[in-house]
């Protein structure tokens, strides 16, 4: 699914993809929202260490509890007080919260 089509998700107010290192790649920004390409260029590198930590905390309770299937962790929401951003794999929406969908926002990104 090409960004513009994310960018039809309830609430989505930007989607964008960035590197293994969270260096913005590509991004659509919808026109009535503040968010710039220098604020997903850092929410990607935020995404990345966010995928990491659930990783490494995936892999501890494994290890912790005996029990298994916690990973590999493919997405992830982080929620905001207005907006937040749904991941997965290295490409992500943020959406306004009043209007998200997020299970169609986890669909649509594991689809693409």
């Given at each position: 699914m090409e960004l513009q089509e994310l960018m039809k998700l309830p609430g989505a107010l930007a989607a964008f993809t960035y590197t293994d290192k969270g260096e913005?790649?590509?991004?659509?920004?919808?026109d009535d929202t503040p968010l710039t390409p220098e604020m997903?260029?850092?929410?990607?590198?935020?995404?990345?260490?966010?995928q990491a930590i659930a990783s490494m905390e995936a892999r501890g309770w494994e290890s912790l509890t005996g029990?298994?299937?916690?990973?590999?962790?493919?997405?992830?929401?982080v929620v905001g007080l207005e907006w937040s951003v749904v991941v997965d794999g290295n490409c992500g929406v943020v959406i306004?919260?009043?209007?998200?969908?997020?299970?169609?926002?986890?669909?649509?990104?594991?689809?693409?």
């Amino acid at each position: 699914m090409e960004l513009q089509e994310l960018m039809k998700l309830p609430g989505a107010l930007a989607a964008f993809t960035y590197t293994d290192k969270g260096e913005l790649v590509s991004h659509v920004i919808a026109d009535d929202t503040p968010l710039t390409p220098e604020m997903l260029d850092m929410l990607g590198r935020s995404c990345v260490a966010n995928q990491a930590i659930a990783s490494m905390e995936a892999r501890g309770w494994e290890s912790l509890t005996g029990q298994a299937e916690f990973q590999p962790i493919g997405g992830l929401s982080v929620v905001g007080l207005e907006w937040s951003v749904v991941v997965d794999g290295n490409c992500g929406v943020v959406i306004r919260n009043r209007d998200a969908d997020y299970e169609a926002t986890f669909n649509a990104l594991q689809a693409r």
